[in-house]
Every structure is written in C-alpha cells, then in structure tokens.
C-alpha cells in the first residue's frame, strides 16, 4: 500500500507563493467600494421617498376628483417600483465590483440562463398582470374584496403581490399571475342590507310602517345614502325564521354606518311602539 504524506516546506512554500499584502488590499478595496456604494443607494431610497411623497400630496391638493384609495394605490406602486429598480442596479454594482463577469455569465449559462428566463416570465406575468389589474381599477387600496378563497381589505398592491388584509387580521400575499377572479365589495355603488327578524304573530304592516317613517325622518340628514330605501317585505331567510328586509343604497364609506345606525333606529322604533320581537331563544324554538 502506497501512503503519500504531505510535504509540510510544499504547503509553507504554497500559502507564501500567494501576495496577501496584494490580497487583503484588494478585497479591503472591494469593501470599501461596496459600502460605498450601499450608502449611495441608501441616499437614493431616502431621496427618492421624499420626492414621491412630495409629488402625490401636491397632487393630493389640486386634484380634489380623485379618489383617495386610488391616490394611495398608484402612490404605493410607484414606491414599490422605485424600490425594485434600486434594489436591481445594487445587485449589479456589486457584482460588478467583485468582478462577476455579468454580461458573460448570462449569455452563456445554459441551463441556469433557462432558469433564469422562467423566472423572469413570473415575474413579467405578475407585472403584466398587476398592470392591468391597474389600470382597469378592478382594485384599490382600502377596497373591500374576496380573490380566491382570501377575503380582506387591500392593504397594499405592488409590482409582484397584492396584499390582502383578511377578517382574522393575517396578511395574504397573492402573486399578481394568480389574480383571475375578483369580487371587490367596496365599489362606488353599495347597499347596505337590514334584516329585522320577526315572529309569525309579528305585526308585520305596523313593523313596515314605522321602518317607512325612520326613514322619513332620517334619510334626508344622513350622508352618504344615494337612493331612497328599497323595502323588500317579509322574506324567508332560510333557517326557519322570517324577517322584514330593507336594502339602503350608500357610498362604500357610508355603508356599515348606515347599516349599524339603521338597524339600532328600526329597533329602537319597534320596542318604543311596543312591538316585540324574536330573541335567540324565539328564533330556536320556531327552528324546531
């Protein structure tokens, strides 16, 4: 059996055949050019912010016509690309500075250059896609909406994601590319619904009539309400109870605060005229 051992004067002339004076400057050089060039950047994000900021609230005041989430959406993505292009040219400076042929490696690197590209496609798919999720205003933020099986209030929408605040207050990101169906609640045009639920023996044209005059008396002084109430009647709701429904068409901002104050009104109405209503005890024994 052959053993070679190693030459301990070969490794001690190896390591001194190398120029460490000539290393550690180079790559002291390298450092110092990366932070640099990182503090560079950094002055450019926070400039960058400033302008942007800058330029949407001067844009905020002399445009009173447009929407506020819409201002806030396009003011988000802008950042949001703003961030991304910085983020990109800080990759490629360093890797210029450390000497990472880029040019080269990505015209030649085969399989990895195809990696890449699929990459890539995602990512345009995700921008094409958030474009014209954009530009069409199926979305904004602030908006009310359900995408898949995420419902929640857009909290943010950028070149990549959209982010979904949803009722549990846990955040969702959803890829652009994968935004196909929306159902945005929070569109110009809403309607706030009331059920009062009533028993069989329930007055039910007295319970009409003093709805029609809350409304009377409160619709033309509560803001936000569009439309004059519309009073469906006694409707089945299913589980074995019946109610007296109302829709009330509002504004998106108006509408769960006219929905709460109507239905506290309408209550309150009934009870002063007397009337009594099913409590959740009623509404389980009719169920039976």
Request: overall charge neutral; some cysteine.
């Amino acid at each position: 059996m052959l053993t070679v051992a190693a030459n301990p004067d070969f490794i001690k002339r190896y390591f001194l055949s190398f120029n460490w004076d000539e290393i550690l400057r180079n790559i002291t050089n390298i450092v110092i050019d990366i932070i640099l060039i990182s503090i560079f950047f950094l002055i450019l994000r926070t400039i960058g912010k400033k302008v942007i900021n800058h330029l949407f609230n001067n844009y905020a005041k002399k445009q009173t016509g447009v929407a506020e989430n819409r201002l806030k959406t396009l003011h988000s993505l802008s950042t949001n690309a703003y961030m991304y292009i910085l983020v990109f040219f800080w990759i490629y400076s360093v890797l210029t500075f450390i000497g990472v042929p880029i040019g080269t490696l990505l015209a030649g690197a085969g399989l990895f250059s195809v990696a890449i590209g699929l990459g890539a496609q995602g990512l345009a798919n995700d921008i094409i896609n958030g474009f014209f999720i954009l530009f069409e205003k199926q979305i904004n933020i602030g908006d009310y909406v359900t995408i898949g099986d995420v419902t929640g209030t857009v909290s943010e929408i950028g070149l990549r994601t959209t982010k979904i605040r949803s009722n549990n207050d846990a955040l969702n990101f959803i890829p652009n590319r994968y935004i196909t169906n929306i159902c945005n609640m929070s569109k110009d045009r809403m309607k706030a619904e009331i059920n009062i639920r009533v028993n069989p023996d329930t007055p039910i044209t007295e319970v009409i009539n003093i709805i029609k005059q809350v409304n009377a008396e409160y619709v033309p002084k509560t803001k936000g309400i569009i439309e004059d109430p519309q009073l469906l009647g006694t409707v089945d709701m299913g589980d074995g109870t019946i109610a007296v429904k109302e829709y009330i068409p509002t504004t998106d901002e108006a509408r769960f605060d006219v929905q709460f104050e109507y239905l506290q009104l309408y209550l309150e109405a009934i009870q002063k005229a007397g009337i009594k209503l099913p409590n959740n005890k009623v509404i389980a024994d009719i169920s039976k």
